[in-house]
């Protein structure tokens, strides 16, 4: 007997530390979907050092991806640019996060227009984030700020997403499956 097919186009949540693999596995799962490509950049280049990360992302994903910079209005790219015909990787929540904090905007109100963006959804979503709950607690108060933002997004959309995979050391772990189709 076979499950009824869902409602709604995959969501998936791809978690894991830096430099563990998690965004090339992103772009992995996005190419092999098949469809239009379109990457919402949340990267500021506010250094020569994160340029070069830009520089280097954009490198490796080569040709055949449309970018759209979207460093603190990531609901509103999501409403513009999903279609079923096309798929949108989300590339970094993290990045995104800080950048609400440091343009002192109020990140509550932003991920729950986050939550209303991604349910709304009408094409397949990657969103990719770093895992920053596995370490220290933080000495400053804008940084414990900063994981406890991070850790209540992951825990909201980790439970409206249909898969989440934790990226360590390249290797993916499915907690939460659903293929993506």
């Not at 090339?24 to 990457?39: C, I, K, Q």
């Not at 905007?105 to 959804?121: F, I, V, Y």
Request: aromatic letters at 2%.
């Amino acid at each position: 007997m076979n499950a009824d097919p869902p409602s709604s186009p995959p969501l998936i949540l791809v978690l894991g530390g830096m430099r563990s693999g998690k965004s090339r596995h992103a772009e992995d799962l996005v190419a092999a979907s098949g469809l239009a490509r379109v990457y919402l950049a949340t990267a500021l280049a506010g250094d020569a050092e994160m340029a070069a990360r830009i520089t280097a992302h954009r490198r490796r994903r080569g040709n055949g991806w449309r970018t759209v910079e979207a460093p603190l209005e990531l609901p509103e790219a999501i409403r513009a640019e999903s279609r079923p015909d096309r798929i949108l990787l989300v590339e970094c929540l993290t990045l995104w996060l800080t950048n609400l904090l440091m343009a002192e905007a109020e990140p509550a109100a932003a991920c729950e227009r986050l939550e209303a963006a991604l349910a709304a959804r009408r094409g397949p979503v990657v969103l990719v984030s770093n895992e920053v709950g596995l370490g220290v607690v933080p000495a400053d108060p804008l940084s414990r700020r900063f994981v406890d933002l991070a850790g209540e997004l992951h825990r909201r959309l980790a439970a409206l997403a249909d898969r989440v995979e934790l990226v360590v050391a390249g290797l993916p772990l499915v907690l939460k499956p659903r293929a993506l189709e």
